[in-house]
């Protein structure tokens, strides 16, 4: 491939990667999808993966091309391994083989073991030639949600937290609510539309009683995960409205309601046995608010990918310590007057 090629190969996979983010808050547990058609350098066609169970990338993207006859001569760009198996849509490898496609750009193999380089095998058997790995980092880095739920078999776990310049994440009598502006609030709001769930321990709910809801943002409402291994939370708060779904784990007993589950877990490794029936539940990404008991055990247990962490600049002197981590920093923006750092774990 000259330099020339991989260069065009890239601007158009981009192109995908833009697509595939109109996917956000729709697809999960699915990846994000774009394809764009090439034919002569010049784009024919375009698709993406809009919602769970509906057409997958490719298949919009063939949609769009008017003239089907020149598919044979066109090149595919998808950032994602075109799959091999019928899932909820017949197998998208097939449908390219069947246009006779003639070449296919991939940024990322599919880390699901029913996908696993057989849909590129497939591809090549029927003569298509097949290019990977362009921009294959931040193609990753796209479906970081996607890749961590395979390959880790739990979900995607971004910490969030806000605390004083001086280490503190509440004041003695666990009051938290120093953290006022409205942009971050606004912000956390966005976070909370593009995951799957918002988890908070007991504590947390019954202090603040939040109702864990998108209400300054348009998006839909995560599923709400509470923890409450004794039960003692009372039903009157916001969190067990029944108004968005809500699981609650805790260690005395299993029930359904509308929209309101009781998930009994094992007491021993509690945290972890959560995150497994997370993955179980198809939740395939979690952000945690709180508080602070509950996400230094996630820390501790090294079930964490990410965390987003806004500095105040007051002083408590004295109260709750914010979790200690050991991340790396990524990131670092300014909000009206707080710093929002991004760190990632390890």
Not at 41 to 61: D, L, P, R, T
Not at 230 to 248: A, G, M, N
Request: with cysteine.
């Amino acid at each position: 491939m000259t330099k020339h090629d991989h260069h065009i190969d890239e601007v158009f996979m981009q192109r995908t990667f833009e697509l595939a983010l109109l996917g956000k808050g729709n697809v999960s547990p699915n990846p994000l999808v774009g394809s764009v058609i090439v034919h002569d350098g010049k784009m024919i066609g375009e698709g993406w993966h809009k919602k769970y169970g509906e057409a997958h990338a490719e298949v919009n993207a063939v949609r769009s091309v008017e003239d089907k006859s020149m598919l044979a001569q066109s090149t595919v760009y998808v950032n994602l391994e075109p799959c091999s198996h019928t899932g909820k849509t017949p197998p998208c490898a097939d449908m390219l083989i069947e246009h006779k496609v003639k070449k296919v750009v991939v940024a990322n193999l599919d880390s699901n073991p029913l996908v696993a380089g057989n849909g590129i095998k497939k591809l090549r058997a029927a003569g298509i030639e097949v290019v990977t790995g362009i921009l294959e980092k931040q193609g990753r880095e796209l479906n970081k949600r996607f890749f961590t739920f395979i390959e880790k078999q739990r979900p995607y776990i971004i910490l969030k937290w806000a605390e004083t310049s001086d280490g503190f994440i509440a004041r003695e009598n666990f009051d938290s609510k120093w953290i006022s502006n409205e942009y971050a609030r606004q912000l956390v709001h966005k976070w909370r539309s593009e995951e799957d769930g918002i988890l908070a321990g007991a504590r947390t709910i019954a202090y603040d009683n939040p109702q864990l809801n998108v209400r300054d943002w348009s998006g839909r409402d995560p599923v709400r995960i509470v923890l409450d291994r004794f039960l003692k939370l009372s039903t009157k708060l916001h969190v067990f409205d029944k108004k968005q779904r809500t699981i609650c784990y805790n260690v005395m007993k299993h029930e359904e309601h509308t929209n309101l589950s009781l998930i009994r877990v094992d007491e021993s490794d509690f945290i972890r046995n959560v995150v497994t029936d997370l993955y179980k539940q198809k939740i395939q990404s979690v952000i945690v608010e709180g508080g602070a008991a509950t996400l230094s055990m996630f820390i501790e247990n090294d079930l964490w990918d990410e965390a987003r962490i806004f500095i105040a600049p007051q002083k408590f002197g004295k109260g709750i310590p914010a979790p200690r981590h050991r991340g790396t920093l990524v990131e670092q923006q300014t909000i009206a007057g707080d710093s929002l750092n991004f760190y990632r774990a390890g």
